[in-house]
């Protein structure tokens, strides 16, 4: 599996940065991915301030699986009101965990593979 | 650092406001940004209101504010001030403590730096989350103190020899207050925060406020008891052979300057934002998290944020 964070530049509105968190299956094999295990794009401004934001994460559902066939996408588009730097991260976890931070698990044994950090601003 | 200014106490829309009375006309403007909140979304109604300037919504609206702007929880009577939405960068606050003539911490060492904590004033309140441009989740005033330096007042060597130098009664004091600014639940510009989500942002701020405590504790209580262990002429220091050195001798053993500068250091590191109660709070189980888009009451909101 392979992650990777890119911007929408042209779904955007003054102001706004539309960033896209996707999962390619990058290899033979058919997987079945659990969206719980998917987290970003979470923002982390250059420093600092106020409220920590919020880590981005796929809304409970009935059924949180998805099929990815050989050599297809998965992703979660977030849109955020916001100026100044941020550094967006994207990860997938080995299960679910409820402890979280904007580029990693806690427990790293959790990570499976992140995405490399996109800069915006 | 603030932008537009925007008044957000004015109304609900509800029959003991004031818009009230403007009767069909009030009723119409109210329409009419609801149709705008659920067609151009929360976040462009907000840069509408608060971009071309002070008063701008007023202007528009006279005695109106759009309800995603509104703090349906406030009981402050914080004016709240609007500025362009985005991330400013917080760090501690440089500002050169207050000396006195004889070099000691002497008064309000203010600062200006806003994290997430505190007082046990409590909460003062609730705003628009600070993602939103707003006050709420914040806590003004990190590494602040209001102290009154001791007077030291000194007898010079008498019979035993030695100067003698203590500290006057009312004197060598200091006040730590904290408050913070919890969020409303409900629309918060471009978020919809639930009420645990809301609660939880609450709990994070007396969690800063508990930590500014654990910092007064460790550096100022200590030296609560060395100024009192000195207070009155009673209980003065004999050292030195003069009364200049007999006073240099007591504000060393005081070590005043040296516990204010610790307690605003700690409490900086520790509640600033991106320190260390963020870090650990936020990576901690039951921290809110951002659901996504979702579509609450007819209005769209990009961020749905629940524990």
Redesign the interface.
């Known amino acids: 599996m392979k992650l990777t964070l890119e911007r929408v530049e042209h779904a955007e509105e003054p102001g706004q940065i539309v960033v896209r968190l996707l999962v390619l299956n990058d290899s033979y094999d058919v997987v079945t991915l659990d969206r719980g295990r998917l987290i970003g794009p979470n923002p982390v401004p250059a420093r600092a301030s106020g409220l920590p934001l919020p880590i981005s994460m796929e809304p409970p559902v009935a059924d949180a699986n998805v099929v990815l066939n050989p050599w297809c996408l998965y992703g979660r588009q977030r849109t955020f009101d916001a100026t100044g730097g941020l550094t967006f991260h994207g990860y997938l976890l080995r299960e679910r965990s409820d402890e979280l931070r904007p580029d990693a698990p806690v427990d790293p044994a959790l990570l499976v593979v992140a995405a490399q950090p996109l800069t915006v601003g | 650092m603030w932008g537009d200014h925007v008044r957000v106490h004015e109304e609900h829309g509800d029959k003991d406001s004031p818009g009230a009375s403007r009767g069909p006309a009030a009723k119409a403007d109210r329409t009419s940004i609801e149709f705008l909140q659920r067609h151009a979304g929360n ?2 109604v907000a ?1 509408l209101l608060t971009s071309a300037g002070p008063g701008t919504a007023a202007a528009l609206h006279p005695g109106l504010v759009a309800h995603a702007l509104l703090d349906e929880g406030s009981a402050g009577t914080e004016e709240f001030q609007a500025k ?8 501690p606050d440089l500002a050169t403590p207050p000396l006195n003539a004889d070099g000691l911490i002497d008064g309000e060492w203010t600062s200006e730096a ?3 904590v505190f007082v046990n004033a409590g909460k003062a309140g609730s705003g628009l ?4 441009g707003g006050n ?3 806590t003004p005033g990190i590494g602040a103190s209001t102290s009154v330096a001791p007077v030291i007042d000194t007898s010079p060597a008498g019979d035993a020899g030695t100067a003698r130098a203590w500290v006057r009664a009312g004197t060598g004091t200091v006040n730590v207050r904290r408050h913070f600014f919890g969020v409303p639940v409900g629309a918060n ?2 978020y919809y925060i639930t009420a645990a989500a809301a609660a939880r ?1 609450d709990t ?1 701020e007396q969690n800063h406020i508990a930590h500014s405590r654990l910092a007064h504790d460790a550096h100022l209580a200590p030296l609560e008891v060395r100024i009192a262990a000195r207070v009155g002429e009673a209980k003065a220091l004999s050292q030195g052979a003069d009364p200049a050195a007999a006073k240099a001798a007591l504000v060393a053993e005081l070590k005043w300057n040296d516990s204010l500068t610790r307690f605003r250091d700690q409490d900086n590191t520790d509640n ?4 260390t109660v ?2 650990a709070d ?13 579509t609450v009451g007819g209005v769209n909101y ?4 629940d524990v």
């Open positions: 976040a462009a840069r362009p939405i985005g991330f400013v960068t917080t760090g806003v994290a997430t989350v600070n993602w939103a709420g989740g914040t510009g471009p942002i994070h600033l934002p991106g320190g963020d870090t936020s990576a901690s189980a039951g921290w809110y998290k951002d659901l996504g888009p979702r990009a961020h749905y944020v």
